[in-house]
T-cell receptor, first 114, second 117 residues
């Protein structure tokens, strides 16, 4: 079985400040990990993903995430928030070779304050 | 909390048959529902956006005549894979939007695994 926990259903940061969205997972095998963003009235868009190799992965729009096996975490960061970053963010885990598909976290609503 | 269900969770069918997958929002009315497909060992791909009472909007490359979407009510959307072939075998996930005030939240179904023999 696999699961994802996103800490904080809402995160508010000032424009220009660091963005940190937390994601912890559980998986019985080395997982694939994803971050998705959803803007209002739109479907999910892939931000970045970790499968194997380098544990620090860079995505679109200046976001990056680091896979930390010892902490079972995959937190999403961006050095400087922009107003256009306001959206819903979802972390997801996939266990290769398992019977489950993607398991999503409940999502974190990112609010950018001017 | 809001719950989205999908039925069936698993389906195995012969090549050439049609398969219907239901997505229901159990305790809320969904203004919009989305259908996703996950290819093996890959991330999700948005197939279409479905609004109640109107035609679905398909993403580029998705055959609308093959993947029929019907959103007959605010709590039910169906995806029918017509004349299924082995390459259609995949994991299909739906999500439903709940609009509360100005905030829109997505709730995902558990997914349906389709295997076409």
């Amino acid at each position: 079985a696999q699961s994802v926990t996103q800490l904080g259903s809402h995160v508010s940061v000032s424009e220009g400040a660091l963005v940190l969205l937390r994601c912890n997972y559980s998986s019985s095998v080395p997982p694939y990990l994803f971050w998705y963003v959803q803007y209002p009235n739109q479907g999910l868009q892939l931000l970045l993903k970790y499968t194997t190799g380098a544990t620090l992965v860079k995505g679109i729009n200046g976001f990056e995430a680091e896979f930390k096996k010892s902490e079972t975490s995959f937190h999403l960061t961006k050095p400087s928030a922009h107003m256009s970053d306001a959206a819903e963010y979802f972390c997801a885990v996939f266990s290769p070779g398992g019977a489950d598909g993607l398991t999503f976290g409940k999502g974190t609503h990112l609010i950018i304050q001017p | 909390g809001a719950v989205v269900s999908q039925h069936p969770s698993w389906v195995i069918c012969k090549s050439g048959t049609s398969v219907k997958i239901e997505c229901r929002s159990l305790d809320f009315q969904a203004t919009t529902m989305f259908w996703y497909r996950q290819f093996p060992k890959q991330s999700l791909m948005l197939m279409a956006t479905s609004n109640e009472g109107s035609k679905a909007t398909y993403e580029q490359g998705v055959e609308k005549d093959k993947f029929l979407i019907n959103h007959a009510s605010l709590t039910l959307s169906t995806l029918t894979v017509t004349s299924a072939h082995p390459e259609d075998s995949s994991f299909y996930i739906c999500s439903a939007s709940l609009l509360a005030g100005r905030q829109e939240t997505q709730y995902f179904g558990p997914g349906t695994r389709l295997l076409v023999l």
